[in-house]
């Protein structure tokens, strides 16, 4: 058996709910490996940063089927707060 591995982000790690999605689907992990470390950096920090679990569950149904439609960043996302000072203010508490 062959170990899959999944590929991080530059400042957020790969939650564990992210990683049971991407070893569900193999065509979502591959389109995951072949982005950048800033882009997965993205991807997880627009997971992650939601207050409401729901809404965690959707950004990750939304992240595999946008991965699997070519998208290679967020839709709408001003950037990671942790990376990129500007983006802050649209984040309160931060």
């Not at 991407?22 to 627009?46: F, Q, S, Y």
């Not at 409401?52 to 070519?70: D, F, M, V």
Request: with cysteine; hydrophobic share 35%.
């Amino acid at each position: 058996m062959t170990e899959k591995t999944i590929a991080t982000g530059v400042v957020h790690t790969v939650p564990t709910d992210l990683k049971r999605e991407l070893l569900a689907n193999p065509d979502v992990l591959e389109k995951w490996n072949g982005l950048t470390p800033l882009a997965r950096n993205e991807w997880i920090c627009w997971t992650t940063i939601v207050k409401q679990p729901e809404t965690r569950k959707n950004h990750i149904e939304r992240l595999r089927a946008e991965l699997l439609e070519g998208k290679r960043r967020p839709c709408c996302w001003p950037g990671c707060p942790h990376r990129r000072p500007k983006a802050k203010k649209w984040f309160k508490g931060m």
